[in-house]
């Protein structure tokens, strides 16, 4: 059963820096990752996708690197801004299992101005 | 584009009674799937369908029922709503695996609290 952990659960920064969210996961027989951002009340917001043959996907200030043998992914954040706050969750698809996704718990991510 | 929108957005109900909560998703997706999440819990599948006319159970199937009658649209039933099922419901969708990115798509939410 593929189990998706994030780390840290909650992450408070000052405007400005730049920083790394993690994702780690116990199954490498992965379809792909998606990154989400879901802000208090809200749906989730898909932000990258990273196919299993790819290394890494850039969106703006974001970058999301994959490393299937070692079941981790991370998201990059630069130039923080407060508007960033809001909570980020990674999703790994599996080739099994009809292709569902299994979801990490989120990242609480609190800038401050 | 709407992409997948989820009827009612709110809703609350007494023990024992009974609702639909609908989502209908117009990109011609055949993979369809109903979330809970609750503080604490995370995103937990309830039901999920792979194509028109299928449904199969997620990880918290009880007290749930589903139906996908046309492709575009993914019924998920509460017959007797217990308090337990308080939380708020996501519907989301996605091409076949192997089409295009496999991109996860997911509407904005019900909030339902059953008292």
Redesign the interface.
Known sequence: KQEVTQIPAALSVPEGENLVLNCSFTDSAI??L?W?RQDPG?????LL?I?SSQREQTSGRLNASLDKSSGRSTLYIAASQPGDSATY?C?V?S?AN????T????TTLTVKP | NAGVTQTPKFRVLKTGQSMTLLCAQDMNHEYMYWYRQDPGMGLRLIHYSVGEGTTAKGEVPDGYNVSRLKKQNFLLGLESAAPSQTSVYFCASSPLAGENTGELFFGEGSRLTVL
């Open positions: 379809y792909n998606q989400f809200k749906g989730l917001t898909s996708l196919q969750l999703a698809r080739w009809a292709g569902k996704s979801f990490g718990d989120g």
